[in-house]
Nanobody
Framework: QVPLIVSGGGSVQPGGSLRLSCTAS????????MYWLRQAPRKGLEGVAM????????YYSDTVKGRFTISRDNAKNTTYLQMNSLKPEDSATYYC????????????????????WGQGTQVTVSS
């Protein structure tokens, strides 16, 4: 069983919104930082948002700041990514990940840096 299950992707027009969910199992969710990352075709992995284990602290990459919001519900073992004002350049496969450490966001990341990794969901922004 995959420890992180992602849902909520799809197709949307520019300016639209989507909400992604990531539900954890098989580990103590409330002990981990949660991350949202994405990978566009022919591009590397980019970390776009992260939230602390208790939810008090959140951080964003410059590419999504002001448009995306990460949140979590520890009672439901779930983290969310609310994506507003979507742009065509947001089109990518989105992943969630978990780690006990606060890791950096941005480009040039690798999946092996994270303790737990989920399957991806496709987000397409196109008119």
């Amino acid at each position: 069983q995959v420890p992180l299950i992602v849902s909520g992707g799809g197709s949307v027009q520019p300016g639209g919104s989507l909400r992604l969910s990531c539900t954890a199992s098989r580990f103590t969710f409330s002990d981990y930082w949660m991350y949202w990352l994405r990978q566009a075709p022919r591009k590397g992995l980019e970390g776009v948002a992260m939230i602390s284990s208790g939810g008090a602290d959140s951080y964003y990459s410059d590419t999504v700041k002001g448009r995306f919001t990460i949140s979590r519900d520890n009672a439901k073992n779930t983290t969310y990514l609310q994506m507003n004002s979507l742009k065509p350049e947001d089109s990518a496969t989105y992943y969630c990940a978990a780690d006990s450490r606060p890791l950096r966001l941005g480009s040039g990341l690798n999946s092996y840096e994270y303790k737990y990794w989920g399957q991806g969901t496709q987000v397409t922004v196109s008119s």
